[in-house]
Nanobody, 123 residues
Framework: VQLQASGGGLVQPGGSLRLSCQASGSSFSFNAMSWYRQAPGKEREYVAGIRWSGGGTWYGDPAKGRFTISRDIAKNSAYLQMNRLNPEDTAVYYC?????????????????WGQGTLVTVSS
């Protein structure tokens, strides 16, 4: 499975962006997909995840109330709608997929990683 992340760019504070992650290969290789982010000089941080079959979602603290994760099974793609962005959201955003157990935030479960897409929030 290969993951292709896209949709990053420069946005002003308060703006919105929609990230996409398309998986190529068999969707039977994973049961969930998540987004992580890593800002310069900081550790990688969990953002949001979605169960592939049931659509259940989980959000990390940075995303709650502002971001929405969704998926399109037919397109083998997941999306991260990000609203009310602020400069602290500036980071490289990575999508990841794997066969995930009960806890979606356990990074070691994610077998497949995309290349990352840069989001810069600045005026």
């Amino acid at each position: 499975v290969q993951l292709q992340a896209s949709g990053g760019g420069l946005v002003q504070p308060g703006g919105s962006l929609r990230l996409s992650c398309q998986a190529s290969g068999s969707s039977f290789s994973f049961n969930a997909m998540s987004w992580y982010r890593q800002a310069p000089g900081k550790e990688r941080e969990y953002v949001a995840g979605i169960r592939w079959s049931g659509g259940g979602t989980w959000y990390g603290d940075p995303a709650k109330g502002r971001f929405t994760i969704s998926r399109d099974i037919a397109k083998n793609s997941a999306y991260l709608q990000m609203n009310r962005l602020n400069p602290e959201d500036t980071a490289v955003y990575y999508c990841a997929a794997g066969r995930i157990g009960n806890i979606m935030t356990t990074t070691s479960q994610y077998t497949y990683w995309g290349q990352g897409t840069l989001v810069t929030v600045s005026s």
